[in-house]
């Protein structure tokens, strides 16, 4: 038996914090009921999230990491009531699981997204105790002075409590065209945005050029993808400190039925030869 939000994780079904959401807003049904955060599960059960059942996998494929390059105009939601694009259109399927978003990038912002198919991989990129770095590059409207600059790094009181830069720096540029980039340690909604305007100015472009670390190469093109090499995976989750722990389980419990069906197969061919 397993906790659901981490059966469900490993699925691929979302982040653990998507699929607590989920819980907390009775969106998960077991067998027909109402799953509650910390029911356990063993992966035999009818799962189904908004009444749609999940297809679940015994053996899981080995986990995967893409890199995309959003344009300004996309939203990253599945689906769009407003029918806008969104992020998931252009990426490609996988054979088990869906793709979960490492974090978020409003309409207007541009930039390195991250996507997985392990929502465990996707937690820990995501949640604040882990303070992964984000970086920005800002091109601002208006004239910023030194004293902005250290107020943004010593932090402002924001509507959802103070936020600050870890490090900015000045990437030149003059008048309406001047860039700074910024690093952030948090993933709040609209954070870089609201931060500069705390201080009187305004963003006119801004891009994520940088996630942990993973930086948006200059060749990948907005709207393209990128799928990191296995053994790139395998070093991000030993740096980590994660392992895929669970799915070699899986795997070998798997071989070793499979193993075990092909001596009793053996065996009895050979009663048969007798």
């Keep these: 038996m397993e906790r659901i939000q981490k059966f469900l994780a490993h699925q691929g079904a979302g982040s653990r914090r998507q699929i607590d959401a989920l819980l907390e807003e009775g969106r998960i049904s077991v067998d027909g009921n109402i799953a509650k955060p910390g029911d356990k599960i063993d992966g035999r059960e009818k799962i189904a999230i908004d009444g749609k059942l999940l297809r679940l996998h015994r053996y899981q494929s080995k986990p995967k990491i893409l890199m995309y390059h959003k344009p300004i105009g996309e939203v990253c939601t599945r689906s769009d009531p407003a029918g806008r694009k969104h992020v998931f259109q252009n990426l490609p399927g996988l054979n088990q699981g869906r793709w979960v978003s490492i974090g978020r990038l ?131 989750y030993q740096r980590l400190g994660l392992t895929d722990k669970d799915h070699q389980d899986k795997t070998r419990s798997g071989a070793s039925q499979r193993q075990g069906k092909s001596r009793t197969a053996a065996a009895k061919g050979r009663r048969r030869r007798r």
Excluded: C
């Design 106 to 236: 409003d309409i207007n912002t541009s930039g390195l997204l991250l996507f997985t198919s392990d929502g465990e991989l996707a937690n820990r990129l995501m949640h604040p105790s882990y303070e992964v770095e984000r970086e920005y590059a800002v091109r601002v409207h208006g004239a910023v002075n030194s004293d902005m600059l250290e107020q943004l790094q010593q932090g402002v009181e924001l509507d959802d409590g103070p936020a600050k830069f870890d490090q900015i720096i000045d990437s030149g540029g003059s008048g309406s065209n001047h860039w700074y980039h910024v690093i952030i340690k948090e993933g709040r909604n609209r954070e870089v945005r609201r931060l500069w305007e705390a201080v009187g100015v305004e963003v006119s472009r801004l891009v994520r050029v940088r996630y942990d670390a993973f930086n948006l190469p200059k060749w990948l093109k907005p709207g393209k993808f990128r799928i990191l090499e296995e053994e790139t995976v395998k070093r991000v």
